[in-house]
T-cell receptor
Framework: TQLLEQSPQFLSIQEGENLTVYCNSS?????LQWYRQEPGEGPVLLVT?????EVKKLKRLTFQFGDARKDSSLHITAAQPGDTGLYLC???????????FGDGTTLTVKP | GAGVSQTPSNKVTEKGKYVELRCDPI?????LYWYRQSLGQGPEFLIY????????DSGLPNDRFFAVRPEGSVSTLKIQRTERGDSAVYLC?????????????FGPGTRLTVL
């Protein structure tokens, strides 16, 4: 059973475009993390959201946690080729313990 | 400071052999996690340590898989009688533990290939 559904699975856009990727679940999480992973490397943590309705901004990236803490979105403004990678969301039910990952969105930004 | 390190970076073995994968967590992190990632998928949870003890091993696929963390720092994932289906990238992560928000920091992974 896939508890976290990410969409779209693949996204290919031109440099300068905006995009949003989604992470949805029927389960409530105490926190949700977004990671970016490049080929041959481990996931790199981008942000953690813990409060329902929370919005966090990291330069051109905006992360939102749903009011019910079941879903999240990542919006990238003016995408650059350096944003290319696999974007993973992961939900945790407690302050420590396993995280459940989605299968990711593979983003390609063409120059 | 130093991040999570994993050795070896690549391991090729034959079906039926025994392998050990090592993880050095971030200093001071009490929680350590092992995940397995297959091509095109997100990481799949295997086991979680809090200190020296395995707090949750519900993700280990069968009794061929075992992990230890005897001194609460370095951990070793052990796989007996390897099968071709065990081929994957094995990721280790650490976090501060129960006082944090479960932010997990990952190592680069060990790519295991079973021939």
């Amino acid at each position: 059973t896939q508890l976290l559904e990410q969409s779209p699975q693949f996204l290919s856009i031109q440099e300068g475009e905006n995009l949003t990727v989604y992470c949805n679940s029927s389960s409530v999480f105490s926190s949700l993390q977004w990671y970016r992973q490049e080929p041959g490397e481990g996931p790199v943590l981008l942000v953690t959201v813990v409060t329902g309705g929370e919005v966090k901004k990291l330069k051109r990236l905006t992360f939102q946690f749903g009011d019910a803490r079941k879903d999240s979105s990542l919006h990238i403004t003016a995408a650059q080729p350096g944003d290319t990678g696999l974007y993973l969301c992961a939900g945790a039910r407690t302050n420590a313990g396993k995280s459940t990952f989605g299968d990711g969105t593979t983003l390609t930004v063409k120059p | 400071g130093a991040g999570v390190s994993q050795t070896p970076s690549n391991k090729v073995t034959e079906k039926g052999k025994y392998v050990e994968l090592r993880c050095d967590p971030i200093s001071g992190h009490t929680a350590l996690y092992w995940y397995r990632q297959s091509l095109g998928q997100g990481p799949e949870f295997l086991i979680y340590f809090q200190g020296t003890g395995a707090a949750d091993d519900s993700g280990l696929p069968n009794d061929r898989f075992f992990a230890v963390r005897p001194e609460g720092s370095v951990s070793t994932l052990k796989i007996q009688r390897t099968e071709r289906g065990d081929s994957a990238v094995y990721l280790c992560a650490s976090s501060v533990g129960t006082s944090g928000s479960n932010e997990q920091f990952f190592g680069p992974g060990t790519r295991l290939t079973v021939l």
